[in-house]
């Protein structure tokens, strides 16, 4: 035990929601809300040191917990009820380490109490490890800033020897045995990332498919938003059952952004879009099928296509002769829902998928070790969303700023739930406000995972 090792001392949680300001479809369903979970944990370090740190996330049931037998409010307590569990969980838990032992020490605690809470609900189906996940996450990010205040330092330089104890080899295994957690993560933020815009399947593109205005003063429109921040990266959501609207739904995005590129006094840049079917693709053979229209009927458009998001079922194994090898040809294909833990990394790998989305929502310990596993495997990496507002957002922002390679990062809570960035995007309004489609990050280097 290092003397820099700490010990949880307390945790209280509190729960707030947020209504958005237009709906918000993907995965086949419509998302009309956001309900965060926050988290305040004391710790004391082995020396007698103790200090506080905060952590916040959103509680995206609909996505970390979809259900065909359960309706969204069933699972969306059930998950509040987890983070009931875990905070007491917590409190019992007595282990002095660093974050990220206790990170991982944590996750195993939370399954068991989610693994007891289904038996105990009699529920018709096991709690989704990723529902854990995304409840745990704030409880992981509030230790690791934790950490960083009491020591006085951005938590990106407590990722070293003087902090850990233990290789990578400890936590992913003898194949990343003499390797360190440091070698992967950059101590200082990259000045500024581009931010995806996301295009929900229900947004309007132009002024003629706005059924009802919002009024509130923010870009309704495509071209507005554009307008507004500069855009070069756009999100686009997609049915994924529907490869005629897909296809459409590309090219009509693709068509709008040429119209505001070859506006006088646009500011252009390289344009990228990345595709995301939510899994609902019935095979891989949907995402080539599509990828290749693209590409016959928009050159250019299929061109800007930097990456596809995991088109077909969480489920690795259930399908397994989806494999993504052919598509990967054509564009990187990122793990998303799939991407639980290292075995799943691996998996992924062994089946075609070139490219890792890393996650605040799915903690931030196992977010930097994944980082590093990807890095030795060479993948496409990026930085995804789950409309991560205030805190959660300065986390993710963190996270995609100090592991090199990011390509972009997704920031749509501005866009869906901008009441809950209120107070933060007056103290960061780089972080909130994206300026010629980018965000900036220079300031990610405060002490904890606050920026300075």
Same mark, same amino acid.
């Given at each position: 035990?290092?003397?820099?090792?700490? !010990?949880?001392?307390?945790?209280?949680?509190?729960?707030?929601?947020?209504?958005?300001?237009?709906?918000?479809?993907?995965?086949?369903?419509?998302?009309?809300?956001?309900?965060?979970?926050?988290?305040?944990?004391?710790?004391?370090?082995?020396?007698?040191?103790?200090?506080?740190?905060?952590?916040?996330?959103? /509680?995206?049931?609909?996505?970390?917990?979809?259900?065909?037998?359960?309706?969204?409010?069933?699972?969306?307590?059930?998950?509040?009820?987890?983070?009931?569990?875990?905070?007491?969980?917590?409190?019992?838990? !007595? *282990?002095?380490?660093?974050?990220?032992?206790?990170?991982?020490?944590?996750?195993?605690?939370?399954?068991?109490?989610?693994?007891?809470?289904?038996?105990?609900?009699? /529920?018709?189906?096991?709690?989704?490890?990723?529902?854990? /996940?995304?409840?745990?996450?704030?409880?992981?990010?509030?230790?690791?800033?934790?950490?960083?205040?009491?020591?006085?330092?951005?938590?990106?330089?407590?990722?070293?020897?003087?902090?850990?104890?233990?290789?990578?080899?400890?936590?992913?295994?003898?194949?990343?045995?003499?390797?360190?957690? *440091?070698?992967?993560?950059?101590?200082?933020?990259?000045?500024?990332?581009?931010?995806?815009?996301?295009?929900?399947?229900?947004?309007?593109?132009?002024?003629?498919?706005?059924?009802?205005?919002?009024?509130?003063?923010?870009? *309704?429109?495509?071209?507005?938003?554009?307008?507004? #921040?500069?855009?070069?990266?756009?999100?686009?959501?997609?049915?994924?059952?529907?490869?005629?609207?897909?296809?459409?739904?590309?090219?009509?995005?693709?068509?709008?952004?040429?119209?505001?590129?070859?506006?006088?006094?646009?500011?252009?840049?390289?344009?990228?879009?990345?595709?995301?079917?939510?899994? !609902?693709?019935?095979?891989?053979?949907?995402?080539?099928?599509?990828?290749?229209?693209?590409?016959?009927?928009?050159?250019?458009?299929?061109?800007?296509?930097?990456?596809?998001?995991?088109?077909?079922?969480?489920?690795?194994?259930?399908?397994?002769?989806?494999?993504?090898?052919?598509?990967?040809?054509?564009?990187?294909?990122?793990?998303? *829902?799939?991407?639980?833990?290292?075995?799943?990394?691996?998996?992924?790998?062994?089946?075609?998928?070139?490219?890792?989305?890393?996650?605040?929502?799915?903690?931030?310990?196992?977010?930097?070790?994944?980082?590093?596993?990807?890095?030795?495997?060479?993948?496409?990496?990026?930085?995804?969303?789950?409309?991560?507002?205030?805190?959660?957002?300065?986390?993710?922002?963190?996270?995609?700023?100090?592991?090199?390679?990011?390509?972009?990062?997704?920031?749509?809570?501005?866009?869906?739930?901008?009441?809950?960035?209120?107070?933060?995007?007056?103290?960061?309004?780089?972080?909130?406000?994206?300026?010629?489609?980018?965000?900036?990050?220079?300031?990610? #280097?405060?002490?904890?995972?606050?920026?300075?």
């Amino acid at each position: 035990m290092k003397a820099t090792d700490i !010990r949880i001392e307390a945790v209280r949680i509190a729960f707030e929601t947020f209504g958005y300001r237009s709906p918000f479809k993907f995965g086949g369903r419509v998302s009309m809300g956001v309900t965060l979970l926050k988290v305040e944990c004391e710790v004391a370090t082995a020396g007698g040191r103790s200090g506080k740190g905060f952590g916040c996330m959103t /509680l995206g049931n609909t996505w970390a917990f979809p259900s065909a037998q359960l309706s969204s409010d069933s699972t969306l307590a059930i998950m509040k009820t987890l983070a009931e569990r875990f905070a007491a969980a917590c409190g019992r838990f !007595r *282990e002095f380490g660093h974050p990220i032992d206790l990170g991982v020490a944590l996750e195993a605690q939370f399954q068991a109490e989610a693994n007891e809470l289904a038996r105990e609900q009699s /529920l018709a189906e096991p709690i989704p490890k990723m529902a854990l /996940l995304v409840t745990g996450s704030p409880f992981d990010a509030a230790i690791h800033d934790a950490f960083g205040k009491v020591h006085g330092l951005n938590c990106y330089h407590t990722y070293g020897r003087d902090f850990l104890s233990r290789d990578l080899g400890d936590y992913l295994g003898a194949d990343y045995a003499g390797l360190w957690l *440091e070698d992967f993560i950059s101590t200082q933020p990259a000045d500024r990332l581009p931010v995806y815009h996301m295009v929900g399947a229900l947004d309007p593109l132009t002024d003629g498919e706005i059924k009802q205005p919002i009024g509130d003063g923010l870009p *309704e429109t495509l071209p507005q938003w554009i307008d507004f #921040n500069g855009l070069t990266h756009f999100k686009i959501k997609l049915n994924g059952d529907d490869l005629a609207w897909d296809i459409e739904r590309v090219v009509a995005i693709d068509r709008v952004v040429n119209a505001c590129a070859g506006r006088p006094g646009a500011k252009n840049g390289p344009i990228r879009y990345s595709l995301d079917c939510n899994e !609902r693709c019935t095979d891989v053979q949907y995402l080539i099928a599509m990828l290749s229209k693209l590409r016959e009927i928009t050159p250019v458009g299929f061109d800007r296509v930097q990456y596809v998001e995991q088109p077909t079922s969480r489920d690795l194994l259930a399908r397994p002769e989806n494999r993504m090898h052919e598509a990967a040809k054509l564009r990187p294909v990122v793990i998303d *829902e799939s991407l639980t833990d290292l075995d799943s990394l691996l998996l992924a790998g062994e089946m075609g998928y070139t490219g890792a989305a890393l996650k605040a929502c799915k903690g931030h310990s196992q977010s930097l070790l994944l980082a590093a596993a990807a890095q030795t495997m060479k993948l496409f990496l990026c930085v995804q969303d789950l409309t991560c507002p205030g805190a959660a957002l300065i986390q993710s922002a963190g996270l995609a700023a100090h592991v090199p390679g990011i390509a972009g990062i997704e920031a749509n809570s501005r866009q869906y739930a901008p009441e809950a960035n209120r107070g933060w995007d007056d103290r960061y309004p780089e972080i909130f406000l994206p300026r010629d489609g980018t965000i900036g990050t220079w300031r990610l #280097n405060g002490r904890g995972l606050s920026a300075g």
